[in-house]
């Protein structure tokens, strides 16, 4: 995906050229490629942190050699009680 936010700069970029003003040009640049582009990769990097984060909690876990066990296990095994 990120090839695609590469191609996305670059046509702002060739965009942001062709303005009259440099103000112009910096305000098409910012607003068409700089806060979207931060907006659509930040959400598609949700996946990401979430996963990194559930690493990060279960590292000490696995450190203390306590068992880890999920809500699905867990919940079936209730209901088998």
Do not use: N
């Not at 990769?41 to 990194?52: D, F, S, W």
């Not at 699905?72 to 009680?81: I, N, S, V």
């Amino acid at each position: 995906m990120y090839i695609v936010a590469i191609a996305w700069i670059y046509v702002v970029l060739m965009m942001s050229i062709t303005e009259h003003s440099v103000i112009a040009g910096i305000m098409t640049f910012l607003l068409y490629c700089v806060f979207p582009l931060t907006i659509v990769l930040y959400l598609m990097r949700t996946p990401q942190r979430k996963r990194q984060q559930r690493e990060k909690q279960a590292a000490p876990q696995k450190q203390s050699g306590t068992p880890t066990v999920s809500g699905e296990h867990q919940q079936a095994e209730t209901k088998a009680d």
